[in-house]
Nanobody, 124 residues
Framework: QVQLVESGGGSVQAGGSLRLSCAAS?????MGWFRQAPGKEREGVAT???????SYADSVKGRFTISKDKAKNTLYLQMNSLKPEDTAMYYC?????????????????????WGQGTQVTVSS
């Protein structure tokens, strides 16, 4: 079992920034950030694979950056230019295998391990 603990969420005004952290008991090949707002499906935000390759949801491209510190077993999500529609519970996830074409799946069902979530609220 991989244990994940998120931190760094909070309330900010539109245009502000937050940096989320995910302390992991160990890294898997695929790591990612997902978010879920009330009444909506959990959606993939960003992923990073074992080679350091990243992918992003169209809605956050150019604003969010996923990164990892292998030495510290910590995953990060830098969120800039936040919008009210970014408001959601954010989850760190791990355990998805590499896809046949390389890279990591942006679909939540593919991930086996999840953190408890950290709330991000962006006000206008």
């Amino acid at each position: 079992q991989v244990q994940l603990v998120e931190s760094g969420g909070g309330s900010v005004q539109a245009g502000g920034s937050l940096r989320l952290s995910c302390a992991a008991s160990g890294f898997t090949y695929c790591m990612g950030w997902f978010r879920q707002a009330p009444g909506k499906e959990r959606e993939g935000v960003a992923t990073v694979d074992g080679l350091g390759r990243t992918s992003y949801a169209d809605s956050v491209k150019g604003r969010f950056t996923i990164s990892k510190d292998k030495a510290k077993n910590t995953l990060y999500l830098q969120m800039n230019s936040l919008k009210p529609e970014d408001t959601a519970m954010y989850y760190c996830a791990a355990g998805a295998p590499a896809t046949g074409w390389g890279g990591c799946s942006p679909i939540a069902i593919g991930y086996n391990y999840w953190g408890q979530g950290t709330q991000v609220t962006v006000s206008s």
